[in-house]
Protein backbone atom coordinates (compact mmCIF):
# COMPACT_ATOMS: atom_id res chain seq x y z
CA UNK A 1 0.00 0.00 0.00
CA UNK A 2 1.41 3.45 -1.00
CA UNK A 3 0.00 6.94 0.56
CA UNK A 4 0.85 9.98 -2.17
CA UNK A 5 0.34 13.01 -0.63
CA UNK A 6 0.03 16.71 -2.45
CA UNK A 7 -1.11 20.28 -1.93
CA UNK A 8 1.64 21.56 0.47
CA UNK A 9 3.12 24.82 -0.73
CA UNK A 10 3.66 28.29 0.76
CA UNK A 11 1.47 31.29 1.71
CA UNK A 12 0.74 34.18 3.65
CA UNK A 13 -0.75 34.18 7.00
CA UNK A 14 -4.27 33.97 6.27
CA UNK A 15 -4.21 32.17 3.00
CA UNK A 16 -5.25 28.90 2.45
CA UNK A 17 -4.57 25.23 1.17
CA UNK A 18 -5.94 22.01 0.29
CA UNK A 19 -3.78 18.76 0.89
CA UNK A 20 -4.73 15.84 -0.63
CA UNK A 21 -3.52 11.92 -0.21
CA UNK A 22 -4.52 8.82 -2.14
CA UNK A 23 -3.97 5.56 -1.32
CA UNK A 24 -3.09 2.71 -3.82
CA UNK A 25 -2.38 -1.23 -3.86
CA UNK A 26 -3.75 -3.90 -2.05
CA UNK A 27 -6.93 -2.32 -0.15
CA UNK A 28 -9.52 -4.20 1.23
CA UNK A 29 -11.13 -1.23 3.35
CA UNK A 30 -9.14 1.76 5.04
CA UNK A 31 -10.50 2.27 8.63
CA UNK A 32 -9.34 5.64 9.79
CA UNK A 33 -7.62 8.08 7.69
CA UNK A 34 -5.65 11.10 9.27
CA UNK A 35 -2.98 13.91 8.76
CA UNK A 36 -0.57 14.51 11.34
CA UNK A 37 2.04 17.33 11.16
CA UNK A 38 5.97 17.70 12.47
CA UNK A 39 7.30 20.84 12.78
CA UNK A 40 10.95 21.64 13.20
CA UNK A 41 12.26 20.60 16.53
CA UNK A 42 8.69 18.98 17.45
CA UNK A 43 7.29 15.72 17.79
CA UNK A 44 5.05 14.77 15.34
CA UNK A 45 1.05 15.56 16.26
CA UNK A 46 -2.39 14.33 15.30
CA UNK A 47 -3.80 17.41 13.18
CA UNK A 48 -7.13 15.56 11.89
CA UNK A 49 -8.62 12.23 11.62
CA UNK A 50 -11.51 10.37 9.91
CA UNK A 51 -13.09 7.62 10.07
CA UNK A 52 -14.92 5.02 7.15
CA UNK A 53 -18.20 6.62 8.52
CA UNK A 54 -17.15 10.35 8.60
CA UNK A 55 -16.53 10.98 11.78
CA UNK A 56 -13.89 13.78 12.69
CA UNK A 57 -11.66 14.80 15.36
CA UNK A 58 -9.25 17.67 15.03
CA UNK A 59 -6.69 18.93 17.07
CA UNK A 60 -7.99 21.66 19.44
CA UNK A 61 -5.12 24.26 17.70
CA UNK A 62 -6.78 23.89 14.03
CA UNK A 63 -10.28 23.75 14.91
CA UNK A 64 -12.48 25.96 13.14
CA UNK A 65 -9.80 26.92 10.43
CA UNK A 66 -9.20 22.97 9.14
CA UNK A 67 -11.92 21.01 7.54
CA UNK A 68 -10.93 16.98 6.77
CA UNK A 69 -12.68 15.27 4.17
CA UNK A 70 -12.63 11.55 2.54
CA UNK A 71 -13.68 10.15 -0.42
CA UNK A 72 -13.94 6.43 0.06
CA UNK A 73 -14.39 4.96 -3.32
CA UNK A 74 -11.49 6.86 -3.89
CA UNK A 75 -9.67 5.99 -1.14
CA UNK A 76 -8.88 9.42 -0.28
CA UNK A 77 -8.39 11.88 1.82
CA UNK A 78 -8.67 15.67 2.07
CA UNK A 79 -7.22 18.76 4.51
CA UNK A 80 -8.08 22.06 3.87
CA UNK A 81 -6.47 24.55 5.63
CA UNK A 82 -7.78 27.78 6.10
CA UNK A 83 -7.04 31.13 8.41
CA UNK A 84 -3.48 29.49 8.37
CA UNK A 85 -0.79 31.19 10.52
CA UNK A 86 2.80 31.09 11.01
CA UNK A 87 2.52 28.32 13.68
CA UNK A 88 0.88 25.60 11.17
CA UNK A 89 4.43 25.37 9.25
CA UNK A 90 5.14 21.81 9.34
CA UNK A 91 5.35 18.78 7.07
CA UNK A 92 2.22 17.49 6.75
CA UNK A 93 1.93 13.26 6.77
CA UNK A 94 -1.23 11.70 6.09
CA UNK A 95 -1.85 7.73 7.54
CA UNK A 96 -4.05 5.63 7.24
CA UNK A 97 -5.11 1.94 8.50
CA UNK A 98 -5.45 -0.25 5.97
CA UNK A 99 -7.45 -3.50 6.16
CA UNK A 100 -5.29 -5.44 3.19
CA UNK A 101 -7.04 -8.48 3.62
CA UNK A 102 -9.98 -10.50 5.98
CA UNK A 103 -7.14 -10.94 8.11
CA UNK A 104 -4.72 -8.04 7.91
CA UNK A 105 -4.47 -4.64 9.06
CA UNK A 106 -1.76 -2.18 9.22
CA UNK A 107 -1.25 1.65 9.35
CA UNK A 108 0.91 3.08 6.60
CA UNK A 109 2.10 6.85 6.11
CA UNK A 110 2.23 8.94 3.44
CA UNK A 111 5.60 10.73 2.26
CA UNK A 112 4.80 13.74 3.78
CA UNK A 113 4.37 17.34 2.05
CA UNK A 114 5.38 21.06 3.30
CA UNK A 115 3.27 23.64 4.85
CA UNK A 116 4.73 27.17 4.75
CA UNK A 117 3.06 30.13 6.39
CA UNK A 118 4.73 33.39 5.99
CA UNK A 119 4.13 36.34 8.52
Known amino acids: VQLQASGGGSVQAGGSLRLSCAAS????????MAWYRQAPGKQRELVAGITSGGSTNYADSVKGRFTLSRDNAKNSVYLSLNSLKPEDTAVYYC??????????????WGQGTLVTVSS
Open 25 to 32: GTIYSIDL
Open 95 to 108: SALVQTSRIGRSNY
